[in-house]
């Protein structure tokens, strides 16, 4: 039996276990200051092995008491830590992830809008705008047209002499700059068109449900004015 078993201490001095206790709050600390360094990711690696085995050997050998054992019990522990550092670098190498933080794999970069295209006709012969679909308007047309296809408008709203404009949903549009001027008393026609569009539901004419969605979202800059724009000229 050891003389610390005779005088009924197994271990080391308070001092000493303070000591431990303060080297492992400053090895903790360098460990969580060097995380934020921009390191290379092996040399990372490598100082956090070094710094853990550091911190466990301390932990074991003073607060476990194996430094005040039998030296068989170290050759032990010893074994279990040069195999489990074995293990981690054999998949760290097999893996090719030394990465400390964000992932090998790059996030690829938001997507960035597509602007509404500014639609042209030039593109197709005037006498075949008539085969056309409706949805392919957007095409075909330019300015106030355009978006008012684009948007979907076409689907809901007929306008006497627009290709594709004969949805039954919403009223007529064919004269809407002059109608609109006499739907609300001290209201111009641009406002109302305005004010229709920003919140549908505000306006619903007569006979019809109100069933027009908000579409400010989806407009780009300067489409809701050249829209109205459009709309107004309508007389």
């Given at each position: ?137 957007v095409a075909v047309l330019i300015g ?48 109302y068109i305005e004010e229709s569009i ?38």
């Open positions: 039996m050891s003389s610390d078993h005779k005088n009924r201490q197994h271990g080391a001095s308070i001092p000493a276990y303070m000591l431990v206790a303060a080297i492992l709050v400053v090895v903790t600390s360098l460990e969580v200051g060097l995380f934020y360094l921009d390191m290379i990711g092996e040399l990372m690696v490598t100082i956090m092995i070094v710094l853990s085995i550091m911190k466990f050997g301390l932990v074991i050998g003073y607060f476990m008491h194996l430094k005040f054992e039998a030296p068989l019990f170290t050759y032990f522990f010893m074994a279990g830590v040069v195999l489990a550092v074995a293990i981690s670098l054999a998949f760290l190498t097999l893996f090719t992830n030394f990465d400390i933080g964000d992932p090998n794999v790059a996030s690829p970069p938001p997507a960035t809008p597509t602007p509404y295209p500014t639609p042209t006709i030039a593109m197709i012969p005037a006498d075949s705008v008539s085969n056309v679909a409706s949805e392919d308007l106030g047209e355009g978006i008012f296809a684009g948007k979907g408008c076409a689907g809901c709203h007929s306008i006497d002499g627009l290709e594709g404009a004969v949805g039954q949903v919403g009223p007529n549009l064919t004269k809407i700059g002059t109608v609109a001027d006499t739907r609300v008393p001290g209201m111009n026609a641009r406002g920003m919140n549908p539901s505000n306006f619903v004419v007569d006979g019809f449900a109100p069933v027009m969605p908000n579409l400010m979202s989806s407009f780009n800059k300067g489409e809701f004015e050249e829209l109205v724009d459009y709309l107004e000229s309508l007389q």
